[in-house]
Each structure stands twice: as C-alpha cells, then as structure tokens.
C-alpha cells in the first residue's frame, strides 16, 4: 500500500518552531496538489494547508502567518514550517493530495505544544 510518510514532529514549547516533511513516491507529489491536515484528540481533521503545483500556498485562518509551506518536486517531499506554535497547535499532523485519497494516509507526526 502506498502512503505518504510525515517526519518531523515534537514537543516544543509555546512561541517555539517546527518542520515537518512529508515525502511519498513521485506519482503521488509530482503534477498533485498537496494538503497538510491535522487532528486533535477528540476534534475532527481539518486541513491547514494547500500547496499548489506552482508552489502558490492558501492557509487555514488558524494557523496564516504563522505556518509557511513549500515543495520539493525533485525530492517528491513537500514541507510545513510551523511559527510561534500555539497549545492548540498540538496535533497529528499528515499530508496527503488535495482533495485527499483514503488510501494515502500515513501514520503522520505527532505534534505537541506544551510548557
């Protein structure tokens, strides 16, 4: 089965900055536009991040102007760079196309924001 493999999660405190990557075979990044999603314990998934195949990025409103997100088509890896990470940034975090395939989902990275 094909899946997408997410790297990069943590424990940082608030303020704090990660990087996460997400890389899969070249038929699943090249020529796709990619999703970063995420999903606390309890709440559903919601998606943070669309990046296009240009590398044009849109934001969810909870997490704009503090995530940047880009692409490596060469390495079939797209990347999310986390900013003044808050409490309720913590999250699993996967990727996967946008719109996403079921049967893409990774394990994901696990990312938690704590004092």
């Known amino acids: 089965q094909v899946q997408f493999v997410e790297s990069g999660g943590g424990l940082v405190q608030p303020g704090g900055s990660l990087t996460l990557s997400c890389t899969a075979p070249a038929s699943l990044v090249s020529g796709n536009v990619m999703g970063w999603y995420r999903q606390a314990p309890g709440r559903s998934r919601e998606t943070i991040a669309y990046i296009y195949i240009s590398g044009h990025t849109n934001f969810a409103d909870s997490v704009k102007d503090r995530f940047t997100a880009s692409r490596d088509n060469a390495k079939n890896t797209v990347y999310l760079q986390m900013n003044s990470l808050k409490l309720e940034d913590t999250a699993m975090y996967y990727c996967?196309?946008?719109?996403?395939?079921?049967?893409?989902w990774g394990q994901g990275t696990q990312v938690t924001v704590s004092s």
């Open positions: 996967n196309q946008a719109p996403y395939r079921e049967d893409y």
